[in-house]
């Protein structure tokens, strides 16, 4: 049976106006601004450009480019913070409990191996401005809110709502260029058909909320995106896993890009053109383009046979 699968995005999905980085205990960290207004976001409309801008700062990270902050504060400033402290605890409620299980330590110490850590010590490194009794002021607020709450299909959405659509939640910068690098990595390593080196517990969507009403009526399996960073995982798993695969790196600049057709090479006309003016002039005039961007010309024929008749080649 074919079956559809439709994407939603959760009514309570939220993006601030403006975002500021700040540097705490030798961590930088992107949070909103003490003055930043706070909208709702269909995350749904733009999940090409979500993924496409998440990997092209990957890119950036995976080449050791530079990136400026101005680039991360305009990505938030369009898109919000990526959920990353709902996605790596591994118990769905964790703000209801003593102790939460994380999946892989932030994907700096590429461990397997699930770790634990107090609710208070997982809530501080996410909300690092606040101090013990604003932090436990949430963990109230949202054990108070699962005892109220009449119906669980709303709890996680208000949850989300104290947790990581809260004014003081902040991701740490190393945190966002690590999953953006791994996400670019993934797909460069797959483009080359080379196996992967790493697992890939950044690609598990955790706590994916799904509807099978319409599955048996119209063929249609929904699925409700509640954060940035599963819009980014679905979406990046829906295109890797296409027939034909229109996911793809420009064979000029290495940029990400979705596309129109299965037979493009590269991202824009731009990088199109200068690529053939490289195989023109290498044609023509012997050249070759090395990887470090310079162009060497290789000696003509009649050089290298005087070269020879000296005994210098």
């Known amino acids: 049976m074919n079956v559809n699968i439709r994407l939603e995005t959760s009514r309570f999905c939220y993006v601030y106006s403006k975002y500021k980085i700040i ?9 909103p601004d003490e003055n930043a207004t706070k909208k709702t976001i269909s995350l749904t ?6 993924l496409i801008d998440t990997l092209n700062i990957g890119k950036k990270v995976f080449y050791k480019e530079t990136i400026e902050q101005n680039e991360l504060l305009n990505f938030y400033s369009k898109y919000g913070s990526f959920g990353f402290m709902i996605d790596l605890a591994i118990n769905k409620y964790f703000a209801l409990d003593s102790k939460v299980a994380i999946k892989d330590s932030f994907y700096l110490n590429n461990k397997e191996n699930i770790n634990f850590m107090d609710i208070n010590e997982y809530l501080k490194f996410f909300y690092p401005t606040l101090n013990k009794r604003e932090i436990n002021s949430i963990i109230k607020k949202c054990i108070n809110t699962a005892e109220d709450i009449k119906k669980e299909d709303y709890l996680t959405s208000m949850l989300n709502e104290y947790l990581i659509y809260s004014i003081d939640y902040a991701e740490p910068v190393e945190l966002v260029l690590n999953y953006a690098r791994s996400l670019y990595k993934d797909l460069a390593s797959t483009i080359e058909n ?4 790493m697992k890939l517990p950044f690609l598990s969507v955790n706590h994916l909320t799904h509807n099978f009403d319409d599955l048996y009526r119209n063929k249609s399996f929904g699925f409700t995106i509640n954060y940035l960073k ?17 996911l793809k790196l420009c064979n000029y600049c290495n940029k990400a890009f979705i596309a129109k057709n299965p037979k493009a090479e590269y991202d ?12 023109s002039r290498a044609k023509s005039s012997k050249v070759i383009h090395t990887d470090t961007g310079l162009v060497v010309k290789l000696p ?5 046979k005087g070269l020879k008749k000296r005994g210098r080649v």
């Open 230 to 246: 599963q819009a980014i995982d679905v979406n990046y798993s829906i295109q890797m896993g296409q027939d034909v695969r229109l």
């Open 45 to 50: 409309e733009y999940l090409n450009d979500i």
């Open 268 to 279: 824009t006309y731009n990088c199109k053109n200068k690529a053939n003016v490289y195989k």
């Open 300 to 304: 003509s024929d009649e050089l290298i």
């Open 194 to 197: 080379k196996p992967s080196t």
């Open 23 to 31: 540097e705490i205990g030798n961590k930088e960290y992107i949070l």
